[in-house]
């Protein structure tokens, strides 16, 4: 049974509370993400929210939010994450259930890795279970 370190990316982009809503749009550009971690400030690599390119424009930009706002302010803190043990197949129900693309892969608080839809389905892991979970997740985005 393959495992999410087989599959994962390991050592993501991050950013931290310092940085702003503009900074984190200009990473997300730079790196060709749309989803990156924001990790305490202390360097331990501390997971405490998600900021997605969908929370930029919603919780952001659309909501009349300045560039030089805090990214507190659009960040995702109710996280679903992994463990590098979890399972490709667990992943790829966790995702369909939460109705998410990336989990963040974690060891303890500190974050470690990124495992997205994509690294399932590319790989040809479980492609079954992954087209599922990114056919579900694309129904209720369309909806």
Do not use: C
Not at 87 to 97: G, N
Request: aromatic share 2%; proline share 2%.
């Amino acid at each position: 049974m393959k495992t999410i370190k087989e599959v994962m990316t390991a050592g993501p982009v991050t950013v931290t509370l310092k940085d702003n809503i503009y900074e984190v749009a200009v990473k997300m550009r730079d790196n060709g993400t749309g989803f990156i971690p924001v990790v305490d400030s202390e360097g331990s690599d501390q997971l405490i929210g998600v900021v997605t390119d969908r929370d930029l424009v919603i919780r952001g930009y659309a909501a009349k939010h300045s560039g030089s706002t805090a990214i507190e302010t659009v960040m995702s803190k109710e996280l679903r994450t992994v463990t590098e043990d979890t399972s490709v197949d667990e992943a790829a129900e966790i995702m369909a259930a939460g109705q998410v693309r990336r989990l963040p892969v974690v060891s303890g608080k500190k974050l470690i890795g990124i495992v997205s839809i994509g690294d399932l389905a590319v790989r040809n892991i479980f492609a079954d279970e992954a087209g599922e979970a990114l056919s579900s997740i694309s129904q209720q985005t369309l909806h």
